[in-house]
């Protein structure tokens, strides 16, 4: 007689919440949002995750990593599923994620919107962004963005007027 | 199509919900086999567009002006050879041969690439690579955001992702045309003269034929000269922005699309991205 040994999903997702995310370690896999699902299909343990960017490099890594986690735990069965609808959103990294970033130096997603097209358009005439992104070490919302594109596919560079420090901002997609 | 991309809007956001909302695990398109040789084609004109545009742009790495510049450029490439494994995954699959994206990507020769020709032309100052990537940006997102209403479930899951992206890549752009073109002498009559070089290149975008008729008929994408108005409406208000003047040039070099007629600058640039590939097959590290 064989006895199953298949842990409980609950655990399954306690044991993804310990998972890093590899470019930002103080978040893990589960607060950034990309695990999407975990079940049983017969004996194979299935994790569904979602790239952050289609071309993000660290999408094989995350892979590996939930690989190497869950072997740990004694899972050998396991399959991992890429999952691209619904595609990812900013609006899944949970608050308490969003304090880890801040503390960490990256300024969260902001989801304030901008009032209406037109103030927007002024804006970036003006030279300014649209958003309020607070700076995550002096908390001055006197800040400007560099570049639409930072040291990762999903953030932007910033700089606060205020304390003059660079700093990267997580962006909304 | 707002004057000025505003990608803080929630409508990309929409717009991706609405495609999951109409998630299903079966894309009837995908059994086709009728429609299988359009759809193909199709696909890989997507997919091999993203890819030669990915890969000239990653040229620019360690070499842009600019840091920013630099890391924008990777990042921008990243994404669009993000999309070429979705796209050519796909296309891969509807094929049914078992040819994977990197088989599509690595094993194909110049002839039998369906890339835009704009996408290949070589990356002259970083005036003309940006006013490249505006014409090429302002129709990616118009394309996408049609495609998300594609009657494909598969297709309009992968627009749904690549539209968020692609509409940062649009802001972007369009925002350092407007700085260029309305910039300094030296900066304006660069941009001026990428825009004239590169008009009737862009216009190969527009042109509809057969195979674009075949899935338009099947609702899988809208047929490319409907993307027209949308294109212009945007390309208009920005280049006027930048004291641009819109070139009143008709005329569409065509041939890249449709395979019959790639320039030399293809063969060059497969011969680079594929090298590793064509000289240890199945290479892998």
Known sequence: ?173 | MPSLPDMNSTDVEELAHRAAERQGPHDHHLHDEELKPAFFEWLCRLGDTTLVLGHRISEWCGHAPVLEEDIALANVALDLIGHTQMWLGLAGEVEGKGRSADELAFRRDAMDFRSLLLAEKPNGDIGFTLTRQFLFDAYHVALLRALTDSSSVRVSEIAAKALKEASYHLDRSSDLIIRLGDGTEESHRRVQKALDTLWTYANEMFVTDSVDEAVAEAGIAPRPETLRAAWDSHVSAVLAEATLKRPDNDFARTGGRNGERHSEHLGHLLAEMQFLQRAYPDASW
């Open chain 1, 1 to 173: 007689m064989t006895v199953s040994t298949r842990p409980d999903t609950k655990d399954v997702w306690n044991w993804l919440s310990d998972v890093p995310d590899p470019e930002i370690p103080v978040i893990s896999v589960t607060d950034l949002g990309i695990v999407r699902d975990v079940r049983y299909e017969d004996e194979t343990l299935v994790v569904a995750v979602t790239p952050t960017y289609s071309g993000c490099p660290a999408t094989s890594v995350i892979e590996l990593d939930i690989e190497t986690a869950l072997a740990a735990k004694g899972v050998s069965d396991l399959r991992i599923e890429r999952r691209l609808s619904p595609a990812w959103s900013t609006e899944w990294i949970g608050e308490e994620a969003r304090e880890k970033l801040r503390a960490y130096g990256i300024a969260p997603p902001s989801e304030s919107q901008p009032s209406s097209q037109i103030a927007s358009r002024a804006a970036r005439l003006a030279g300014r962004t649209s958003l309020v992104v607070a700076c995550p070490r002096c908390n001055s919302t006197e800040t400007e963005k560099i570049s639409q594109f930072g040291s990762t596919p999903c953030k932007a560079a910033y700089r606060c007027k205020s304390c003059f420090e660079p700093f990267d901002y997580f962006k909304c997609i």
